[in-house]
């Protein structure tokens, strides 16, 4: 399969998950009495993005076919295609350890800590950064699920 036909499959795919999660999404109630957001709303937004981006992504592809860049396919930090499939199966690991770490740390710790350990680790980022950005990213998690939505996410031993 060349580059081209498996950019065609990737973004057809895509289109399928997002189309499933947004029909999918409908089963949950996606408002609650007195207009407010049920469990189901951010399923169908997140799918309707994913589904209605990847059409784009896909018609784009399509028209204008991409050509295999002559370096090799080196992104711009300088990554090659197998450092980013090694990085990739790094984060696929990383992401069942998260969720495993949930019920003792709450959700918002353990995702904190895998931006942590992911801008570390696999992106590089100097420590101080990378903590910033982990905790900007969990406060950010804590404010948009238990404030604005008020979705109750596990907590742990913290609380949070």
């Not at 860049?69 to 690991?93: E, H, K, N, W, Y």
Request: no cysteine; charged share 10%; hydrophobic share 60%.
């Amino acid at each position: 399969m060349n580059r081209v036909s498996g950019q065609v499959v990737v973004f057809a795919g895509l289109t399928l998950v997002g189309a499933g999660f947004a029909v999918s999404a409908l089963g949950y109630r996606v408002l609650l009495p007195e207009s407010r957001i049920g469990p189901g709303f951010l399923p169908l937004v997140a799918g309707s993005l994913l589904a209605v981006f990847s059409v784009l992504l896909l018609v784009q592809q399509l028209r204008h076919p991409a050509e295999a860049p002559a370096d090799g396919g080196v992104d711009d930090s300088g990554r090659t295609p197998a450092q980013r499939a090694r990085i990739l199966r790094r984060v696929f690991v990383l992401l069942p350890a998260a969720l495993l770490v949930v019920p003792v740390v709450g959700m918002v710790t353990a995702f904190g800590l895998l931006v942590l350990v992911i801008s570390v680790w696999l992106e590089g980022r100097r420590p101080v950064a990378a903590v910033a950005i982990s905790l900007v990213a969990a406060a950010a998690m804590h404010v948009i699920f238990v404030v604005v939505l008020r979705v109750p996410l596990p907590t742990g031993v913290f609380g949070f």
